[in-house]
C-alpha cells in the first residue's frame, strides 16, 4: 500500500495547478462581474445575471459534461481542447459565479464615508475602485474566497470525469492493477485532507494579516 | 475666488437648497450656520458633487461648472480643486496616516513617491502627529484622526477647504487640538468654508459669517453683526436657542 502513496502523491502538482490556474482567472471573472453588478451598466447587467444565475444553478458535474463533451459537437473548434483545460475553464466559470457574489457583498459593504472620501480627493471610479475599495471589499471577502480555492482543489477530482489522470485517475488505475480499492481511495482521501487543512491554517494566518489595519 | 451661482438641490421633490448665492474671495473664512435640516451639509457637498446640484453654477478659480450639464470632467476637475474635511473624518481605514495623507498626491496628481512622501512628513508635522506617521485610523483617537483628514485635505492643495462640522463627532476633550489645528490652516491664508456648531469659534475664526434656514441664505455679515446685532428673527431665535 505504502508504494501508491509517492505515485498518487506525483499528481498533486497538477491538482494544484488546475485549482490555482482557475482561482486566479476566476478571481479576474469574479471581481469585473462584482463590479459590474455594483455599477449594473444596462444590457450587460442582465448578460452578468443570466451568467451568475446558470453557473449556481446547475452541478459543476452537469457543467464540465456540456462543455466538454456536448458543446464541441455545436462549435467544432473546441474539440480541440484537452481535458485539463477544460477543467480549469469550466472551474473557472462556475467559482467565478459564486465569487462575483460574495465580492459584490463585499464591495457594497465598504463603509459609504470611503466612497465619498475618495471622490472627495478626486479619484475616477476606476481609481477609487482600485485603491480604496477593492482592498477594502478584498479583507472582508478573503475568508469566503480561501473556502472557495478549497472547494475547487476538491472539485479538480471531477476532471477524471473528463478523462484527465489525476490523483483519482491514478488510484483507479493503480487499484485497478493491484485490486487495492480501499488503500488506494483511502490514500487520495488523505492527501486531499491534508492539502485542504494546511489551507484553512493559511486562511487564518491570512485574516490577523488583513485585520492588522482594523487592531485598535 | 469662488462663485455659487443659483445652486439648487432637490431630494425627492423638496427643495434643500434654494438657489443659493455665494462669492468667497480668495484667503476668506466663510462659517455657516443655522439650525439641524437646513441644508448646511447638502451646499458644502454640492459643491464637492457628492451630492449633485440639479442648477446652478460652481466656479473655482478658472473652473466654472454649470450643474445641469456638468460632465465628468468636470467633475473631476471641481473635486481636484477643492478639498473635504468629513464630520466622521472619513479617513482610508486600510492605509496609515502618512498613506491617508499621500494618498491625492500619488493618484489624483500623479506625483513622484518620495515627493509626496516628503510632503506627507511635512504635514504630519504640522499637524503635530510626526510620531503617528505609520499608525491606522482605529489606532487613532479621534482628534488625531479628524488632525490628519485635515492633513488630508492640507496635502491637496486646494484652492477652498471645505470643513462639515468638522468636531461635531469628537469628544470634547479632542475638540480642541481640532480647533487650534483650523486656526493655524486659517492663518495660512488657507479659503474655508465651514459649517460648525461651535459658534464662539465661528465668531473668532469668521470673515463672515452666513446664517441658513430652509435652504436658504437668510442672513450674513461680520461676526459681529451677526452675533451681537442680528436683524432677521429667525437669526435672533437661533442665537437665543443656542446660547442657551
Ligand atoms: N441623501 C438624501 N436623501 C434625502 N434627503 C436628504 C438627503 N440628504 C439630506 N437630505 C435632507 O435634506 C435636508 C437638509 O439636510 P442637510 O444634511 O444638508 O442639513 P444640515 O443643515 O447639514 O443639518 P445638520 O445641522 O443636522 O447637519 C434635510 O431635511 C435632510 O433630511
Ligand atoms: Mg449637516
Known sequence: MLGLVPVILGYVPLTLAMASAAMVLALVLAVALAVERVFRVPILDQLVLLFISFFRGTPLLVQLFLFYYGLPQVLSFLTAIDGVTAAIMGLTLHFAAYMAETIRAAIIGVDRSQWEAAQSIGMTQGQMMRRVILPQAARVAAPTLVNYFIDMIKGTSLAFTLGVTEMMGAAQKEAAGSFLYFEAFLVVAVIYWIMVEGLSQAQKALEIRLNKAYAR | ?244
Open chain 2, 1 to 244: 475666488m469662488i462663485r455659487i451661482e443659483g445652486l439648487t438641490k432637490r431630494f425627492g421633490g423638496t427643495a434643500v437648497l434654494n438657489a443659493i448665492d455665494l462669492e468667497i474671495a480668495k484667503g476668506e473664512r466663510v462659517v455657516v450656520i443655522g439650525p439641524s435640516g437646513t441644508g448646511k451639509s447638502t451646499l458644502l457637498r454640492c459643491i464637492n458633487f457628492l451630492d449633485r446640484p440639479d442648477a446652478g453654477r460652481i466656479t473655482v478659480g478658472d473652473i466654472s461648472v454649470d450643474a445641469t450639464r456638468a460632465s465628468r470632467a468636470d467633475i473631476l476637475a471641481l473635486r481636484r480643486a477643492t478639498a473635504f474635511v468629513f464630520q466622521n473624518y472619513g479617513l482610508f481605514a486600510h492605509r496609515t496616516a502618512q498613506e491617508n495623507i499621500m494618498e491625492a498626491l500619488i493618484t489624483v496628481q500623479k506625483r513622484p513617491r518620495a515627493e509626496a512622501e516628503a510632503q506627507a512628513r511635512r504635514i504630519l508635522k504640522e499637524i503635530g502627529l510626526a510620531d503617528k506617521a505609520d499608525s491606522y485610523p482605529a489606532s487613532l483617537s479621534g482628534g488625531q484622526q479628524q488632525r490628519v483628514g485635515i492633513g488630508r485635505a492640507m496635502a491637496i492643495g486646494a484652492q477652498l477647504m471645505l470643513f462639515d462640522e468638522p468636531t461635531s463627532a469628537l469628544d470634547p476633550e479632542w475638540v480642541g487640538e481640532v480647533l487650534d489645528l483650523m486656526r493655524s490652516v486659517a492663518a495660512q491664508g488657507q479659503t474655508m468654508l465651514i459649517v460648525t456648531h461651535e459658534m464662539r469659534f465661528a465668531r473668532e475664526i469668521a470673515d463672515r459669517v452666513i446664517f441658513m434656514e430652509g435652504g436658504r441664505i437668510v442672513e450674513q455679515g461680520p461676526p459681529a453683526q451677526i452675533f451681537d446685532a442680528p436683524q432677521d428673527p429667525r437669526l435672533q431665535r437661533f442665537l437665543a436657542r443656542v446660547s442657551a
